[in-house]
């Protein structure tokens, strides 16, 4: 959870009125807001309860957070951004890869806390090419673990299938850092900070295009586009998509292989569409009620629990409770592989 003043801090007046930063009025009402450089967030306080176990504090500041983990039983925890997610999404794409750049450090700085129980994801946008290889072999000289890219390519730039962004697919191989597609990084914008009554009236099915936006790019692009194939080392996860979803998205690949690609014409794949899913990408989930049957057609091998901290909706201190409601009738290998292992793998943590 970032500190909101910290672009316009660090780019100071390098960008102007582009930089993402607090704005103290939008569409005529006044009050504490956040531009993205696309979007406008409403900064509301914390609910007293929140304020009261610190939620606010544990994002920004590293020591709150390694007290949270401790007293909530949690041995290390991987750490994607907030604002840096909406901030991707903007338009003026210099900006965004300056904002990235600004944020990259932070993290790196906050995760030198204590390394083994702070594991940085970085932000690294993806329409300049050349500039993302070089900003992927940065941020493992820093310390963070992978990365987050856009989730589709900026407007202007050509899709993930196309062979110019095969030197950042390469690099990521090489240097063993998972590539991480996450909600809110697409081209769908947050419905959660809609200001108006005409966008207020597209809620509802902005917010369940948001929530399945990943589902095109990962048949199109990384399945049937053959990124997975042309590189058999690269690691791909999912984030806060949940899982429940993935059973019937896996009978719709099968079904446009077998059925329906001569008529499509897709290419040959090195394995059966589905199995991409179970085999190649990683999955995760928080509180997705439905979940637990999802995970007998991904295999546990492929799902990664996260809380989603320090987020209002988040599991807190009473993680280890709510997990055992979650995954039960889940083996005890399992779970431990869910809320533990297959995190430690991905990332090839001790």
């Known amino acids: ?18 930089t993402p930063q607090i704005i103290p009025e939008h569409l005529g009402r006044k009050g504490t807001f956040f531009y993205t450089g696309r979007q406008v967030l409403k900064i509301t306080e914390s609910d007293e309860s929140a304020r009261r176990l610190g939620l606010r504090e544990a994002g920004f500041m590293p020591e709150v957070r390694v007290k949270f983990q401790r007293d909530a039983g949690i041995e290390s925890e991987v750490l994607n951004a907030t604002l840096m997610l909406l901030i991707l999404q903007g338009r003026y794409y210099n900006v965004v890869r300056a904002c990235a750049g600004v944020f990259n450090d932070w993290l790196a700085e906050f995760c030198s806390f204590d390394r083994k129980k702070l594991i940085g994801i970085a932000m690294i946008p993806m329409d300049d090419v050349d500039w993302a290889v070089q900003e992927l072999e940065r941020i493992a000289k820093i310390g963070l673990k992978g990365a987050i890219i856009h989730l589709i390519p900026p407007e202007g730039c050509p899709p993930y299938r196309d062979r110019i962004y095969d030197p950042f697919w390469e690099r990521a191989e090489a240097l063993d850092l998972p590539i991480t597609l996450h909600i809110i990084t697409g081209r769908v914008p947050d419905p959660l900070h809609f200001h108006t ?95 637990r049957g999802a995970i007998d057609h991904i295999g546990a091998d492929r799902v990664l629990w996260g809380s989603d901290f320090p987020h209002v909706r988040s599991i807190g201190l009473d993680a280890h409770d709510r997990l055992q409601g979650l995954f039960q009738g889940l083996s005890e290998a399992d779970q431990s592989k869910i809320v533990a292992g297959n995190v430690a793998s991905l990332y090839g943590l001790n």
């Not at 207020?200 to 990943?214: C, F, H, N, R």
């Not at 194939?229 to 896996?250: N, Q, T, V």
Request: a negative charge; aromatic letters at 12%; glycine letters at 6%.
């Open 197 to 291: 009554l005409e966008e207020q009236g597209d809620s509802p099915k902005t917010q369940i295009a948001l929530m399945y936006e990943v589902m095109g790019v990962l048949a199109n692009e990384f399945i049937f586009g053959r990124i997975l194939d042309r590189f058999p080392r690269l690691k791909l996860a999912c984030s806060e998509f949940e899982i429940a979803w993935i059973p019937p998205f896996m009978w719709r690949l099968d079904q446009m292989q077998d059925d329906f690609g001569h008529r499509l014409q897709l290419p040959k794949l090195d394995l059966k569409a589905s199995d991409y899913m179970r085999r190649r990408i990683w999955h995760g989930v928080i509180d997705d009620p439905l979940g």
């Open 1 to 18: 959870m970032e500190p909101p003043d910290m672009w316009v801090k660090t780019l100071s007046n390098r960008f102007g009125d582009h």
